[in-house]
Every structure is written in C-alpha cells, then in structure tokens.
C-alpha cells in the first residue's frame, strides 16, 4: 500500500514539474547537432513529430511545456565556457535549463508545431533585435556638452513618442513598424497594439521594450529610418500613415510619401497595386514634439 502511495505522489508530482524543451527548428540546425554520437535522430521530421507528440502526451496528463530555441552554435559555445562535454545529453539539459531563463521561449498550448515555430523563431527574432539596440544604445555613453546619457535620453525620448502616437491614433487595432538603417544592418521591429471593446490598448511589454529601443536606437544616432502605423476598425477602411526619422524628431509622411512606401516592393523596386479599401493619409499632429523630453545636442 505504501509503495502505491509512493508511486501516486511521484505522479501527482510529476504534473507540477513545468518542463522545457530546446528544440531545432530548421533542418541545418538538426543536421549540426548530429554530429554528437548520444544525439540519436537522424531524421529531422521524424524528430518534430516525436516532439509533437511528447508534448500532446504531456498537455493530456496536465503538464505546462515551454518550448524555447535550440541553438547548436550557442551550445558548442556555452559547453566551451562551462567545460561541458557537448556529446552528453545532460550537458544539454544544462543548456536547455538556462535557455529556459534567458533564451527565446512560447508556451505549448495545443497549436500544432507548424504554427508554434515560426512564433517561436519571431521571438528569437524580437529577442535578439532588442538586445543589440539596448547594447548599441549603451554604448553611446554621455553626452560630451552636458554629461547626460545618451542612450538614456533617447529611449526616455522614443517612449514618450510612441505614447503620443497611439493616443492619437483612430479607433481599432493598430500595427506600428519602425524600421532604422545604419550599419551594419537594417533594424526592423514590430508592434502590436490591440484595442478591447472598451477601449483599453493592449500591448505585449516585451514587444514594446524591443520597439522602443530600435526608434530610440535611430533618434540617438541620426539614422535614417520611419515609423508607419496601419489602424483597422470594423466597417471603416484601413489607415495608413508614417512619419521619418529626422534627428530627435519624427517628421510625417504626406499621404503620397505613405502611398509610395507601401506600394514599392523593398527587395526589386517594382510597383505593388496598392489595396483597395485603404487610405493613405497624414499622420495626426503628435503635439509639440521639441517640448518633450530627450536629448537635443
């Protein structure tokens, strides 16, 4: 009786364990980590299947699964640092427990994988972006005339803009790109920002953090860049509008500018019919933009 209580506990335990799995999303990260003889696939589809089907079995016995991105290059470094041996498969539990903390994650929620990969790559995506702007952001240090940081500034700056445009924005959800050029690489970052039935705008923080970092990434370097906001509502057609960057100031977009932007394709520079229903316009005012907080040297 003892052993079968035991044995109940263990099990009733085990659902409380909320577990992680590092998974390798695309088939050349598969094939990296075949090089390890106790890493015992061969076959990435099989493999996601059996992924797939670890996780339905562990949703149906009540257990939370996160699934975060395996990263084999990140791996053979962090068994470096550590002194890990790589061909072990507790060294990649190790790893999979830091990414579990640190590391781009979506929670398993019954969607098949084919839909959670991409949200789980958009993450790394999004992960990645903001740190490389926080860190650029920091290592633009004090301002030489008055001592006051820049990166600092500038985020205290794109905050404060990014609130203006969506208390000016219509109606509806909304959906904010900024995009900001400079070497070595084009940054791009997205933003949604849903509204509820009453009104209240929802935003993802994390979403958030990553968007304002790039605009203020893009103020507090003067690089060339724009911000263009889509708003949609039921029963009215789609906005959109944008603004550049210039400075520490965002500059609109005539309608005419939007109406190019959005009908260029960015890759050959050939005309896309634009969409019916959709109206290109001028952004709202934002109010007194050099009144607001930020740094102008």
Same mark, same amino acid.
């Given at each position: ?51 797939? /089907?670890l996780l339905r079995t562990r ?11 395996? %990263?084999? !290059? !990140?791996? /053979? ?7 890990? %041996? ?27 994988? /084919? ?55 219509? !109606? ?12 070595? !690489? ?39 860049g724009g911000l263009v906001m ?39 520079? %050939? ?5 019916? %229903? ?20």
């Amino acid at each position: 009786m003892a052993h079968t209580d035991h044995r109940t506990m263990r099990r009733v335990l085990r659902r409380e364990i909320a577990g992680t799995i590092g998974l390798l999303t695309d088939e050349h990260d598969f094939r990296a980590m075949r090089r390890y003889r106790t890493f015992t696939f061969d076959d990435h589809l099989t493999y996601l299947g059996q992924i797939e /089907a670890l996780l339905r079995t562990r949703a149906a016995e009540g257990t939370h699964t996160t699934l975060a991105l395996f %990263d084999p !290059e !990140e791996y /053979a470094e962090f068994c470096t640092s550590t002194g890990l %041996d790589p061909d072990n498969p507790a060294s990649r539990t190790r790893f999979t427990a830091r990414l579990a903390a640190t590391g781009a994650t979506v929670p398993y929620d019954g969607r098949p994988l /084919a839909d959670l990969v991409p949200a789980l790559v958009d993450e790394a995506v999004r992960q990645a972006t903001w740190e490389y702007a926080s860190t650029l952001l920091a290592r633009l240090g004090p301002c030489p005339t008055c001592g006051e940081d820049i990166g600092r500034a500038a985020f205290t700056r794109a905050s404060h803009l990014l609130t203006r445009i969506l208390d000016t924005a219509p !109606e509806g959800n909304r959906h904010l790109v900024c995009s900001v050029s400079g070497p070595p !690489e084009t940054l791009v970052t997205v933003l949604h920002a849903d509204q509820n039935g009453e009104g209240t705008t929802h935003l993802d923080e994390a979403e958030a953090l990553e968007f304002t970092s790039v605009l203020a990434l893009g103020l507090a370097t003067n690089s060339p860049g724009g911000l263009v906001m889509r708003t949609s509502a039921p029963g009215t057609p789609d906005r959109v509008y944008g603004w550049r960057l210039r400075g520490n100031n965002l500059v609109p977009l005539t309608a005419g500018e939007v109406f190019d932007a959005y009908c260029t394709d960015i890759e050959s520079g %050939d005309l896309i019919s634009p969409e019916s %229903d959709v109206d290109y316009c001028a952004p709202p005012d934002l109010g007194d933009q050099e009144a607001a907080p930020g740094h102008h040297h």
